[in-house]
């Protein structure tokens, strides 16, 4: 689950680590009251207003803007929130629709008094899958996009694993401030700010923490600039607070819903759509649209337990994007007995009535035959298969 | 000889008077797996599907000889009771449980490497060696005994893949489900290891998934043994668009490398028989041995 900058700053704040101070702002005139606390609290003259979205490179399409007077604090204000914001990360990139913003963080100015003065660094945390520890991985190349630097001057991105019994210990946050070239108190306050960063990080069950810029001020203090903030969505049981910052605008409206539904789903913008159970057989099913000439319209992976409703749910959400020119359904029945999914099938193509697409179901597993006569006997057109070769064959036939 | 498990394991379910373990118990009673018990705190000493019910997996140990555990605990116990399991003497801990946090597998994993003892899953089906035992919950009667084994990430595909080899004549020597979470107990390298240096197998198939690098280490595993057993693989998610996680929360594209595309291009100059298609699995594999 993805925090916005101004939730993951929260977070980290609430562990104690240094950040930009800002407030949340949703209209032009909560962001001019916003900009006046945080004159008043912070002696900041001027502000950074931040557009926030779930995407990243957000000043490359407009969404961060400096204010050095209310006059521009108002313009930039107005100009940011509603619009819709492209980034290299929104859908279809630069070129794509964007996303809407709906509010923006007016944010205390860092750099002064003496930008020039300021150093920006790269420090991030994620689990590494390979090592199966927690890894710190820094830079001194902050404020970039740290791809570009890991590939064009590998040699100034460092890394440093936390063992998992003992956790983060002194020397490795000393190792850290070190490299990154710090002396004296802004070589203590990095050292303070990586234990508490990492502390954040397993306190909140966090699965990625990207702090770019992380900011050495003139006057020596280390703060995070920006947090780009990802939480282990397991892990949130042990976090409801953290679980009701979950912002379900930043996210697809259909695949929302079908989660409601307990089914697991991905728009994708092919042609045909598929409903299958398991996520390894979902993927595959996508492949095998793709190699017989479709292009999958979403992953979708009904679990373990497809009944009736949840297939008519399904295929609802299918069926709902003008996209699709036809549907595989791909069951492979185990604990799921394949009768039942097909009269689910039959059911739903009858509740929903007019389905003008052509419809494959392809029923393997427990009770196979039996499906195939419910399917083949209901009248409905809808082509069946038992052999995954067989459905292929089929989706050839009429994508074609 | 058989791989992890066989009709000789005596295997306890924790999470026995669950809803989904006692299910599952009970398949795999029917299917004539050795279950000699099961463990629920508090529920010591009670019967359930006619099996003994201890009170820790160490009292499973003691009393039933227990050396092969199958775990169905919620995803916020299920981390304690892999250790528990390992430190009882347990030597095959396959753990079912599907979503327990990230955080708690990297202090499982550091924990149990003390211990002689091997973890499968989680988040996995489990593992079948066919007319001899079966830990998990996969659909029994698909899996034939024969002399193939697999390896997978993924529940259903392994069910699919099984069913095209038994369609092609073949048959399943083992059948381990390695899990598809980012951190699991035995990655491919490891389970296609066992199956390599079983004298019961005679080719495998290895299916894994976008995302990490598994595939690519167990490739150059395979290539760095002589391999004398064919291997057919396959990778789910050659459409799959980076950045989004498909179903399993380790199933997701982050570098150039853990794309399906680089993962079969590594595989295929390893010498593995790369199918593009999921349906061409046991026509490819009746290739391979030559058939």
Redesign the interface.
Known sequence: MNLHEYQGKELLASYGVAIQRGKIAHTVEEAVQAFKDIQSETGSEMAVVKAQIHAGGRGKGGGVKLAKNMDELKEHAGNILGMMLKTPQTPGGMDGAGKLVRKILVAEDTYAPDFDACKEYYISIL?D??M???VIIYSTEGGMDIEAVAEETPELVHKEYI???LGLLGFQSRKIAFNLGLEGKAFKEMTKFIAKLYAAF?GS?A?LFEINPCLHTADDRILAVDSKVSL?E??L??HPELAELRDTDEEDPTEVEAQSYGL?F?N?D?NVGCM?????????T??????SGG??AN?L?VGGTADAARVEQAFRIILRDENVKAILINI????VRCDRVAQGVVDAYKNIGDINVPIIVRL???NADIAKTIIDESGLEVHSAI???E??DLVKKVVA | MSVLVNKDSKIIVQGFTGKEGGFHAGQMIDYGTNVVGGVTPGKGGQEHLGKPVFNSVDEAVQKAGADTSIIFVPPRFAGDAVMEAAEAGIKVIICITEGIPVQDMVKVKAYIEKFDCTLIGPNCPGVITPEEAKVGIMPGFVFKKGRIGIVSKSGTLTYEAADQIVKAGLGISTAIGIGGDPIVGTPTREAVKLLMEDPETDAIVMIGEIGGNYEALAAEYISSTGNKKPVVGFIAGQTAPAGRTMGHAGAIVGGEDDTAEAKMRIMGEHGIHVVQSPAEIGETMLKALGK
Do not use: C, E
């Open positions: 689990m899958r390979g199966k520890q927690n063992d998992p019994h397993v069950d699965s282990d397991n892990a049981f042990r697991n991905v994708l092919g299958v159970n398991g996520a390894g057989l979902a993927m595959a996508m492949d095998i649209i793709k190699l292009s999958p992953f992976d492979f029945g185990g604990i393997q597993g427990t052999l995954l070769k459905a292929a």
